[in-house]
């Protein structure tokens, strides 16, 4: 039985559906075929296609052809599931989250260089994106981010904040702003008064490195998956499931399938 959030999660998406297509409940469940293409052209991502599909079964009584449409997108999400797992040959250096946040403060304990404290924080003290740190440029007023079509980072005395706008998903999802909490932002502060002007002075392929060498061989992939298996341990509603989805600039399919590791761990 489905549960309340869900039913509503449906309903929205049921609703917007027949908004889009300007569809009528008597449309949807004669011309199945008709509406299935408008969904193809339209959701391009076939985690959202799955989701809309997911409604027009709760609303239509399982019917057939949407339900033969589920079962082809699910065979598509298969793949999709199997090409997120983790290699066999780098499970070894998986870590329980609170392993690397302890990395972390460590570091700051031990005053290992700023730039390297930097990299630590970013990415244990906020959820951990992509490679998006690299060359992204760190500026005190908004009046500065004139021009700017990259990613930046807002370093204002109140609410200072990350901009991203050249990111993998960001042709789906759009500009996304992370706030930057007060330890992290007074890091980033003595980073740009010992004359810094980026957050990460370099390419994807040696922050990749770096973040691998500081974490004691622990990739960004394998520290993604650690903060969302740490992230589902507790039974996260809907809303929360989004919410972590827009930090880490994925979608909450994308996260289910980064928590097979720990499954396959166990």
């Given at each position: ?5 869900t ?12 908004d ?46 949407y ?73 005190k ?109 994925n ?16």
């Amino acid at each position: 039985m489905s549960s309340e959030s869900t039913i509503k999660s449906y309903t929205a998406k049921y609703n917007k559906l027949k908004d889009l297509g300007e569809f009528d409940d008597n449309y949807i469940n004669n011309e199945q075929l008709s509406v299935i293409k408008f969904i193809k052209s339209y959701y391009t991502n076939i985690n959202t296609q799955n989701a809309v599909v997911s409604s027009l079964l709760y609303f239509t009584d399982k019917d057939e052809v949407y339900y033969n449409y589920f079962k082809e997108l699910k065979k598509q999400i298969d793949v999709l599931k199997n090409q997120q797992k983790l290699p066999e040959n780098k499970i070894i250096n998986y870590k329980q989250w609170p392993e690397y946040v302890n990395m972390f403060n460590e570091a700051l304990k031990n005053n290992m260089p700023i730039d390297d404290l930097i990299i630590m924080a970013v990415y244990t003290l906020i959820a951990p994106v992509r490679l998006d740190y690299s060359n992204m440029i760190i500026i005190k007023d908004l009046r500065m981010a004139k021009g700017i079509d990259t990613n930046y980072c807002l370093l204002r005395k109140t609410k200072p904040v990350f901009i991203f706008r050249a990111y993998k998903t960001a042709s789906s999802k759009g500009e996304v702003i992370i706030n930057i909490p007060k330890q992290l932002a007074l890091l980033l502060e003595k980073l740009r008064l010992s004359g810094r002007k980026v957050v990460y002075d370099g390419n994807d392929n040696l922050l990749s490195k770096r973040i691998s060498h500081l974490f004691n061989g622990s990739s960004l992939n394998i520290l993604r998956h650690s903060y969302i298996d740490f992230k589902y341990k507790n039974d996260l509603s809907i809303i929360q499931k989004e919410h972590l989805a827009h930090d880490m600039m994925n979608s909450p399919f994308v996260q289910e399938q980064y928590r097979t590791i720990n499954n396959d761990k166990d």
